[in-house]
């Protein structure tokens, strides 16, 4: 039954004019509902999508919370670093950032970033050209 249906994430932010300043200039996405005032809802590719929205909870979470597969972990970095965007380095058992990418044991590599609420975001590719 869900197998076969769409899914999205919901992040929170504390600020939402601050998370659409971040998600646009650094991430190049512009939301969906640009005159909402209580949400920001975007659209990536193949109908999914998530949605953020504003709570003082925002940034507690400390656990990787939404990625995008993509076919080349280190140009994607590369790109988003021109941007402004820091990525997170990792040493710990099993998990290994080099130049913020954790290439793991069957090839498949990942880098993980902040955004201005503290969301966890990563980058993932399958398979080893990262």
Known sequence: MLKDQQ?????????????RGFYSEKLGLEPD???????????????TGF????TPNA???RNTQMGWMVD????????????????????MPGLKTENGIATMPDGSAAAWFLDTEGNI??????????
């Open 72 to 91: 080349d972990v280190s140009a994607t970095v590369e790109e988003l670093r021109g941007k402004g965007v820091v990525f997170e380095d990792y040493d």
């Open 59 to 61: 940034g507690s979470a």
């Open 7 to 19: 899914v999205a994430a919901v992040l929170p932010a504390q600020d939402l004019k601050r998370a």
């Open 33 to 47: 509902n640009p005159d909402a005032d209580d949400n920001l809802q975007y659209r990536c590719a193949d109908g």
């Open 121 to 130: 975001l990563s980058l993932n590719q399958m398979g080893g050209n990262g």
């Open 51 to 54: 949605l953020i929205y504003e």
